[in-house]
C-alpha cells in the first residue's frame, strides 16, 4: 500500500513564480518528513526536513509545512530558477523505528524562463 | 569522495545470471540502506543496516535478494538468478544514525541495472 503519496506527476512554472508541492500520507506513525530532489542519472539530494512537533521549517528558498491532522505536508520554492527543474520527492519515516523511509511516487517540476 | 559511492554505475547482464553491486557509505556513518526505483515508481525500501544489529531485511522482494555489510562500512547487494522485472536503479544511502531524532539519509547515484 502507498502510505505516502504524491498526487500530481508533473508541475509546471515560470521563473521567478512560487512553485508548490504536495504530498498526502496515511500512516499516522509517521513523524519525520522529508524533501529530496532528483536530477537525471544522479542519486536523490537533501533538501528539507521537518519534525511533527513543527508545522513549518524553511531554509533560504525553501519552506516545508506540515498539517498533521489532514496528514499533508507541502514544499514552497520561491522564487523558483531554472536549476530548480527536477523530480521532487517526499519521503516520510517513524523516527522511533530504524528510520527507513517510505517514498511518494514524485513530482517532475519544470520551471520556465 | 566525500558522498556515498556505488559501483558499478551500469549492469547489463542476462536472465538468470548473478549480479553484486557494491556501496560505499560516507565516512562515519553508521546507518546504511539500500533502495530501489523502478521505470515511473518511487523509491522502495530494500534493507537497512544499523552498526552491529541485526540488519532489517523486510523490503527484499524475494529469497533471490541478500545484501551484506562488512566491517560497518562497505556493503554488496547480490542479487541471485536475475529476472527481467529486477531491471531498476538500486539506490545506496547512508546517515549517521538512524533510530531517535531524523537524520537525512545522503544517497550516492546508483547502479542502473539492466536484465536482458
Known amino acids: 500500500d502507498q502510505q505516502v503519496k504524491q498526487n500530481s506527476p508533473s508541475l509546471s512554472v515560470q521563473e521567478g513564480r512560487i512553485s508548490i508541492l504536495n504530498c498526502d500520507y496515511t500512516?499516522?506513525?509517521?513523524?519525520?518528513f522529508l524533501w529530496y530532489k532528483k536530477y537525471p542519472a544522479e542519486g536523490p539530494t537533501f533538501l528539507i526536513s521537518?519534525?511533527?512537533?513543527?508545522d513549518k521549517n524553511e531554509d533560504g528558498r525553501f519552506t516545508v509545512f506540515l498539517n498533521k491532522s489532514a496528514k499533508h505536508l507541502s514544499l514552497h520554492i520561491v522564487p523558483s530558477q531554472p536549476g530548480d527543474s527536477a523530480v521532487y520527492f517526499c519521503?516520510?519515516?517513524?523516527?522511533?523505528?530504524?528510520?527507513?523511509?517510505?517514498f511518494g511516487a514524485g513530482t517532475q517540476v519544470v520551471v520556465t524562463p | 569522495g566525500a558522498g556515498v559511492s556505488q559501483s558499478p554505475s551500469n549492469k547489463v547482464t542476462e536472465k538468470g545470471k548473478d549480479v553484486e553491486l557494491r556501496c560505499d557509505p560516507i565516512?562515519?556513518?553508521?546507518?546504511l540502506y539500500w533502495y530501489r526505483q523502478s521505470l515511473g515508481q518511487g523509491l522502495e525500501f530494500l534493507i537497512y543496516?544499523?552498526?552491529?544489529?541485526?540488519?532489517?531485511k523486510s523490503g527484499l522482494p524475494s529469497d533471490r535478494f541478500s545484501a551484506e555489510r562488512t566491517g560497518g562500512s562497505v556493503s554488496t547487494l547480490t542479487i541471485q538468478r536475475t529476472q527481467q522485472e529486477d531491471s531498476a536503479v538500486y539506490l545506496c544511502?547512508?546517515?549517521?544514525?538512524?533510530?531517535?531524532?531524523?537524520?537525512?539519509?545522503?544517497f550516492g547515484d546508483g547502479t542502473r541495472l539492466s536484465i536482458l
Open positions: 544511502a547512508s546517515s549517521l544514525r538512524s533510530r531517535g531524532l531524523g537524520q537525512p539519509q545522503h
Open positions: 500512516n499516522s506513525m509517521f513523524d519525520y
Open positions: 521537518i519534525s511533527s512537533i513543527k
Open positions: 519521503a516520510a519515516s517513524v523516527s522511533d523505528s530504524w528510520g527507513k523511509l517510505q
Open positions: 565516512s562515519g556513518h553508521t546507518a
Open positions: 543496516f544499523q552498526g552491529n544489529s541485526a540488519p532489517d
